[in-house]
């Protein structure tokens, strides 16, 4: 099964760059990152709306949105802010230098979220051999970003 999962991840990833490079070339038709952006989410929120009707998924409760932390609430927020940042800086920088130095940014603020179960986040100590990991990709990432 984790191998399974692992795949879902890589194919993800897959997406991500794919998605990246199509955001990017939405602005350059549309002239603006912000309208490329607006788009994205367009598009996504209607994909996730027909997946909820295909599924008949309930309408969550009043009581059950309340319930939800603070902090829960940002990630439309904070995924506008990627999707813009993506679309603005891979035309200047490339996929693979914005997705490197997306992916540091990730894997560092992951360790950390990790290591202190920051915002409900279970909590996995990060130790040398996570820590090695760690090094090793930011070295890759200062290649990738190199050349």
């Given at each position: 099964?984790?191998?399974?999962?692992?795949?879902?991840?890589?194919?993800?990833?897959?997406a991500f760059?794919?998605?990246?490079?199509?955001?990017?070339?939405?602005?350059a038709a549309?002239?603006?990152?912000?309208?490329?952006?607006?788009?994205?989410?367009?598009a996504?929120?209607?994909?996730?709306?027909?997946v909820?009707?295909?599924?008949?998924?309930?309408?969550?409760?009043?009581?059950?949105?309340?319930?939800?932390?603070?902090?829960?609430?940002i990630?439309?927020?904070?995924?506008?802010?990627?999707?813009?940042?993506?679309?603005?800086?891979?035309p200047?920088?490339?996929?693979?230098?914005?997705?490197?130095?997306?992916?540091v940014?990730?894997?560092?603020?992951?360790?950390?979220?990790?290591?202190?179960?920051?915002?409900?986040?279970?909590?996995?100590?990060?130790?040398l051999?996570?820590?090695l990991?760690?090094?090793?990709?930011?070295?890759?990432?200062?290649?990738?970003?190199?050349?």
């Amino acid at each position: 099964m984790a191998t399974g999962l692992h795949l879902a991840a890589l194919l993800g990833g897959a997406a991500f760059v794919l998605q990246q490079v199509a955001n990017a070339n939405l602005r350059a038709a549309l002239g603006s990152p912000f309208w490329a952006g607006l788009t994205n989410f367009l598009a996504g929120g209607l994909a996730l709306s027909l997946v909820l009707i295909a599924i008949r998924e309930p309408l969550p409760s009043i009581q059950v949105v309340t319930r939800a932390p603070w902090f829960a609430w940002i990630g439309g927020c904070l995924g506008a802010l990627y999707i813009i940042g993506i679309i603005f800086l891979l035309p200047r920088l490339g996929a693979a230098t914005v997705v490197a130095l997306f992916m540091v940014g990730q894997i560092l603020t992951s360790l950390t979220f990790d290591h202190f179960g920051l915002l409900g986040a279970p909590i996995r100590e990060v130790g040398l051999p996570r820590l090695l990991g760690a090094i090793l990709m930011v070295a890759g990432v200062g290649l990738i970003c190199a050349f």
